[in-house]
């Protein structure tokens, strides 16, 4: 059986600890602990210039920071400028990530280096998760959450500083943010011309909403002084982002705290997922000691991985069995993620099977070796189509980078790239920036929400596509979020923009309340939102089949969905009215998907999103209903809500999607792979060899121009 880890001490244990009565040792371990963070902060090679850097943030609005990975941007910058008095007038320092597990695991440190609990001075805030307060002064939080902060506050007056960090990850937040920040810091600096303009135009997109957002009066607002504005990475192409910033001051903080030797493949490795596992097996056997930091591209890979290395893990002799696997990915419950942070039990070797969430910014103590199959699941998006879809593909340079300096981060390490040096030199220096190969629909309606009406004209650091943005308004315009004068004016957009989901599965919400299905379209977004609940183990494919069988719908994975969560739930009742504890519910559940073969994690974190959205839409005054046995009306609202993905069968049994005119395929996880339906709805396209749609539900097609005359033509 797999060791368990024991819990890693917080500083709040640390307090606690102080008052034991035989607390002596135990103040003594604190000691040295807190000599131990003192030293280590010390030695970073940002402590050399934390004057210089002061200075700098004191002399320019604007500063980019470039230095290596580890050398101590993240954790210590904002703790300089605290010292340095940036947060007087109970002023904040926000600082945010592309990831919430950095967010949450950086904000952990940085608390402890400061000595205080966790919420006060130093917090984290990111989507349906606040550990913040009043006396929060310095703040972690995820881009997208600071992009909601504006919809509330569009001065943004309580940040005296913000720092973007990880920028070179480009994501659309990220991106989004910088053009937002930049027309704040004008609107702070010149408070009576251009602020006064901003907040007008801020107010004017949001004329009906003020009771949904109670935005801040426009004199409270005013009293904001100028905002500083810090861009932070270690693998960054300063030039680009000055020019954007207008010619900001750039500088660069030199050295790293440890060594990391890169090594290649001679060839390039045709199974990168063999060659992963090779590797975790040969450092494993004749490297010395040190955790394991494997990057694959999603769940389903990460937990096939898992499988093998348990597998093989049996056949090794006794005595080097001592390796545990941890995984560690977006859509992995927070508390799950938080394992991988944890040290393995004495004796143990860890190897975390991570995304790239485990990329940038974490330190996950105890890596010595990194393995780098220098692939990355992105999203694409075709703007002729208007497909949005994910494909694996390589690295750029930057990424590769960030990898390996995860390795060295508390002494010299390891990283083994699976391709050739040769290959290296070809990968692109930066990645190309998420808003240049992504549906815009979410952004266009968060840029409305904040009061930008002319999103083409939106000073964006690299515009994306002309034609990706008419086809996210014409896409928003026919879910009915904008008049047809591309407004955000009516009740339905505004409901869209305050909900933190796709602006299609706001709109389910939305319309399934005038379907009174709610209760079944809130299960389906929040299983939706989740990676695979099933699991086909290759060694009991006949079984899981088998099981998956009884949750089926005829009409396809969307009610499928709905039976699987509903028996979770029934499951969870009946272990609640044997009286058991919380814990031993849980065990239920988790046995009772093993035997159903459903993905736990998977199953938890539906169940987590579920509830947060159904907090959201109670707030927006939405009871949940059901339609009870009436599917129909459910399958008419999926058509009524996704009609932009809708295909028809071929004479060859293939599909047609009628919005871009591409062939698909029902993919084979789908219920419908088999029963070929005349007319599909869909929720995702999976480019690999073929095209690929997922989620399926049959639909008559003569609901397309019933339910979605604004797109479908009666007679088409
Ligand atoms: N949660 C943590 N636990 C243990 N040590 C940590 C933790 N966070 C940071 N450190 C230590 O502090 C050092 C500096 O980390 P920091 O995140 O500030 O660096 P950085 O320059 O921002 O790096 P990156 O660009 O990779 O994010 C790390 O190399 C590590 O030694």
């Known amino acids: 059986m797999m060791p368990s880890f024991p819990n890693i001490s917080t500083s709040k244990d640390q307090q606690d600890g102080r008052k034991l009565a035989n607390g002596d040792c135990k103040n003594q371990q604190v000691l040295a602990r807190r000599q131990l963070i003192l030293q280590h902060r010390k030695s970073l090679p940002i402590a050399s210039v934390e004057r210089r850097l002061v200075e700098e943030v004191r002399k320019n609005d604007t500063l980019i920071i470039v230095g290596e990975t580890g050398s101590g941007k993240t954790t210590q910058l904002p703790q300089f400028l605290y010292n340095a ?16 597990v950095a967010a949450v695991t950086v904000a952990k440190r940085v608390a402890e280096e400061c000595n205080v609990e966790l919420g006060q001075k130093v917090g984290y805030s990111i989507r349906f998760e606040d550990a913040t307060s009043s006396s929060t002064r310095i703040k972690y939080m995820t881009d997208g959450l600071l992009l909601r902060e504006a919809l509330l506050d569009p001065l943004l007056s309580r940040y005296s500083i913000i720092i973007v960090d990880e920028a070179h990850e480009r994501t659309v937040h990220t991106d989004v943010l910088l053009g937002l920040l930049k027309k704040v810091q004008l609107a702070r600096s010149h408070p009576t011309t251009n602020q006064h303009n901003f907040i007008k135009a801020n107010a004017k997109g949001r004329e009906d909403e003020s009771r949904s957002f109670s ?4 004199s409270e607002s005013a009293k904001s002084t100028s905002l500083k504005l810090i861009i932070m990475s270690a693998s960054l192409d300063a030039r680009c982002f000055s020019e954007y910033f207008g010619g900001a001051k750039a500088v660069h903080v030199h050295g790293r705290q440890y060594p990391v030797e890169v090594l290649y493949t001679y060839q390039p490795e045709p199974d990168y997922l063999d060659a992963t596992l090779i590797t975790i097996f040969q450092i494993h056997l004749e490297e010395a000691s040190g955790d394991i930091l494997a990057f694959l591209t999603g769940q389903e890979e990460i937990e096939s991985v898992e499988r093998l290395v348990h ?8 005595g080097s069995q001592n390796l545990l696997t941890v995984p560690i990915y977006a859509s992995l419950p927070s508390e799950q993620q938080m394992n991988a942070f944890k040290p393995a039990p ?8 991570a995304t790239n969430i485990a ?12 393995i780098d199959p220098g692939l990355v699941k992105a999203r ?3 703007p002729v189509t208007g497909m949005e879809s994910l494909i694996i593909i390589p690295t750029s340079k930057a990424q590769a980078l960030q990898r390996s300096g995860r390795a060295g981060r508390e002494g010299p390490g390891k990283c083994f790239r699976l391709y050739p040096e040769s290959e290296f030199s070809k990968l692109t220096d930066s990645t190309v920036p998420e808003i240049k190969r992504c549906n815009l629909s979410n952004v266009v309606l968060q840029l409305k929400a904040l009061g930008i009406d002319d999103i083409i004209g939106f000073d964006f650091m690299e515009k994306p596509s002309r034609m990706a943005i008419v086809k996210s308004l014409e896409q928003l315009f026919l879910l009915g979020a904008l008049s047809d004068d591309y407004k955000l004016s009516s009740p339905v957009g505004q409901q869209m923009a305050r909900l933190p989901l796709d602006p299609m599965y706001s709109k389910a919400l939305i319309l399934a309340k005038e379907f009174k299905c709610l209760e079944e379209m809130l299960i389906v977004v929040a299983m939706l939102s989740v990676e695979s609940i099933f699991y086909f183990p290759r060694e009991k494919m006949e ?3 088998a099981a998956r069988k009884s949750f089926s719908s005829p009409e396809g994975d969307h009610i499928t969905l709905v039976n699987v969560y509903r028996a979770s739930a029934e499951c969870l009742e009946k272990s609640k009215t044997t009286n058991s504890k919380e814990k031993t519910m849980e065990k239920k559940l988790n046995k009772w998907c093993r035997e159903n073969f459903i993905n736990y994690r998977s199953l938890r974190h539906a169940r987590d999103i579920h509830s947060q959205i159904e907090g959201h839409i109670r707030q927006m005054g939405f009871s949940p209903s059901s339609c009870g046995d009436d599917m129909l009306q459910f399958r008419r609202c999926l058509t009524a809500s996704f009609f932009l993905n809708a295909a028809m069968k071929q004479p060859d049994g293939s599909y047609r999607a009628l919005s871009s005119s591409q062939t698909v395929q029902v993919h084979p996880s789908s219920v419908l792979f088999r029963t070929k339906a005349d007319c599909i709805i869909f929720n995702e396209l999976v480019r690999t060899n073929q095209n690929y749609v997922r989620n399926v539900t049959r639909v008559d097609p003569l609901w397309l121009p019933e339910l979605a005359p604004q797109y479908y033509a009666a007679d088409s």
């Open 85 to 100: 008095g940036f947060c007087r007038d109970e002023k904040i320092i926000g600082v945010t990530q592309p990831r919430r």
């Open 215 to 218: 935005p801040l009066k426009a």
């Open 311 to 318: 597998d093989r893990i049996r056949q090794l002799p006794d």
């Open 346 to 353: 004495s004796g143990f070797r860890k190897v975390i099977l």
């Open 359 to 370: 990329e940038t910014s974490v330190t996950i103590p105890g890596i010595k070796y990194v």
């Open 380 to 382: 694409s998006y075709n």
């Open 543 to 545: 079984e899981a089949r």
